[in-house]
């Protein structure tokens, strides 16, 4: 069964620098794949998706993941993180053939000044 | 535009109980999801529906109950509430052309059974 691990519950990281989520998944199959955001108190967002197309997605907010299928990995990064960045991050995967979306566990991104 | 909507927003049950949650969405989704969200667990998936009088478990579907009567409406029941169902219920849908498709959340309904 296909799923993803998110690496790192929590993950801070100062203002201005380099943000790395990452994500494995496990499938036989070229999967689809998202991240989504989680603003407290709020419902998910979609920040961005792979659906076999180009393997660097950009997505909204200055965020973007690179699929690589070696490495069996969608990590996401942003170049320069700000405030408002802080919040839990999802990975999520999507097999050809069933109906379903499987979420990892997700990412507590927290951003200090 | 409303999307994908969720009533109620939060409940306190009493062991024991029953209640329903009711997730409605305007967009004409043939897909509709019910996940659960823990600490520490993400979102897991409880029940699903790919069309109208559809439903198949997913993850954890023990305890709960769905129905699809309406394209619009897919409804989760707890027939019986326990303490362990205290969570943040999340409904979602998704029109099914494409697996990639967005999948449109809801705004959560935060339950708590004492």
């Known amino acids: 069964a296909q799923s993803v691990t998110q690496l790192g519950s929590h993950v801070s990281v100062s203002e201005g620098a380099l943000v790395l989520l990452r994500c494995n998944y496990s499938s036989s199959v070229p999967p689809y794949l998202f991240w989504y955001v989680q603003y407290p108190n709020q419902g998910l967002q979609l920040l961005l998706k792979?659906?076999?197309?180009?393997?660097l997605v950009k997505g909204i907010n200055g965020f973007e993941a690179e699929f690589k299928k070696s490495e069996t990995s969608f990590h996401l990064t942003k170049p320069s993180a700000h405030m408002s960045d802080a919040a839990e991050y999802f990975c999520?995967?999507?097999?050809?053939?069933?109906?379903?979306?499987?979420f990892g566990t997700g990412t507590l991104l927290a951003v200090q000044p | 535009n409303a999307g994908v909507t969720q009533t109620p927003k939060f409940r306190v049950l009493k062991t024991g109980q029953s209640m329903t949650l009711l997730c409605a969405q305007d967009?004409?989704?043939?897909?509709m999801y019910w996940y659960r969200q823990d600490p520490g667990m993400g979102l897991r998936l409880i029940h699903y529906?790919?069309?109208?009088?559809?439903?198949a478990k997913g993850e954890v579907p023990d305890g709960y109950n769905v129905s699809r009567l309406k394209k619009q409406n897919f409804l989760l029941g707890l027939e019986s509430a326990a303490p362990s169902q205290t969570s943040v219920y999340f409904c979602a849908s998704r029109h099914p052309d494409s697996l990639g498709n967005t999948i449109y959340f809801g705004e959560g309904s935060w339950l708590t059974v004492v």
């Open positions: 967009m004409n989704h043939e897909y």
């Open positions: 792979y659906t076999s197309a180009a393997t």
């Open positions: 529906s790919v069309g109208e009088g559809t439903t």
């Open positions: 999520a995967v999507s097999l050809f053939a069933t109906n379903k979306l499987i």
